[in-house]
C-alpha cells in the first residue's frame, strides 16, 4: 500500500484531517513501541517470560466428505499454558442451520469470531430468502480474517450441505483457505491426517465416516498433551443435522477404575502390636514466677 503524501501547498488543516481518515480503521499499532519498552524494563528486572501471553487452546478437529454429508469432530479440551482449564469445552459452533464450524486456537477468538459470521448469515437469509451457501461462509470467514492479518487467532474448519451438495473447508488464522475431501486443525492435527491417509476412500458410507472421524480425533488426544478428554461428532446431512456431545469417553475414570485389583483391606486389631518400651524426653523446662498485683483502677 503507498504511503499517503500531501504537499506543502495544502493547508494545514486539510493535511491533518486527510492524515486521520488514511489512518482510521483497523487495530491500532501505537502502542507497540510502549510495549516493547516494558518487556525490556521487566527483562532489566529480572522477571521471566515479559508481558503475559494469550491463552491458546491446543486442539483436535477435523472433518470429511462422505457420500451424503459431512462429518465434523473435535476434542473438548481447553488449556490455559500448561492447565488444563475446561475438560468439556465445545469447539464445533453453530453457523447456520445447514452449516457448522470447528475453531482451534484462541477460545475466545474463535467463538466471537463464529458468532459474528452466524449472525451475518441470518441476516442474508433474511434478505435473500434462501438457504446459506457454504462457500458464501467461507468467504465471510476469509475476508474477516485477512483483515486482521492473522492477530485473530482461529483456525476453523468449516463444513456443511447446500443445493450444491456437501462442501468441506480449513480456513487459517491469516485468511486462507482449502477445499479438501478430508481436513484437520490444530496441535493434534499431525496425529489425526495420519489416520485420515490410511483410512479415507471416496463415497464412504455415514458409519465408516464417523468411525474414521472418530479414530482421528482420538489419535489426537492419545497423542497431543493440548488435546484430551472426550469427542464430540456432528453429521451434516441435506435437510438435517445430528449432533453428538460425548460421542466417545475414552478417559472415563470409572472404567479404569474398574479395571485396576487392589488387594482387600487388612484389618488390624487394636493392641496387636506389642509396646517393648516407652521413653519420654522433656524437652521443655516450665517455671513459674509470681505475677505482680494487679493496677486497682
Known sequence: MSELTLSGSVPAQIREAALADSQAGGFNFENCHRNARIVESLAKEGVK????????TGTTICGCVYKDGIVLGADTRATGGTEVCDKNCEKIHYLAPNIYCCGAGTAADTEKTTEL?????????????????????????????????????????????????????????HGSSDKLPYVTMGSGSLAAMSVFETGYK???????????????????IFNDLGSGSNCDI????????????????????????????????????????????????????????????????
Open 202 to 220: 471416496e463415497d464412504m458410507t455415514e458409519e465408516e465416516a464417523t468411525d474414521l472421524v472418530k479414530e482421528a480425533i482420538l489419535a489426537g
Open 117 to 173: 459470521i452466524s449472525s451475518q448469515l441470518d441476516l442474508l437469509r433474511l434478505s435473500t430468502g434462501t438457504q446459506s451457501r457454504v462457500v458464501t461462509a467461507c468467504t465471510m470467514l476469509k475476508r474477516m480474517l485477512f483483515r486482521y492479518q492473522g492477530h485473530v487467532s482461529a483456525a476453523l474448519v468449516l463444513g456443511g450441505v447446500d443445493a450444491t451438495g456437501p462442501h468441506l473447508y480449513n480456513i487459517y488464522p
Open 234 to 297: 456432528t453429521v451434516i446431512r441435506k435437510g438435517e443435522v445430528s449432533r453428538h456431545r460425548g460421542y466417545v469417553k475414552p478417559n472415563e475414570l470409572s472404567e479404569l477404575r474398574a479395571t485396576v485389583k487392589r488387594p482387600p483391606a487388612t484389618s488390624v486389631p487394636l493392641g496387636a502390636t506389642k509396646v517393648l518400651a516407652t521413653t519420654f524426653h522433656k524437652f521443655i523446662e516450665v517455671e513459674t514466677v509470681p505475677a505482680p498485683e494487679p493496677m486497682a483502677i
Open 49 to 56: 517470560g515479559g508481558l503475559p501471553r494469550a491463552k491458546l
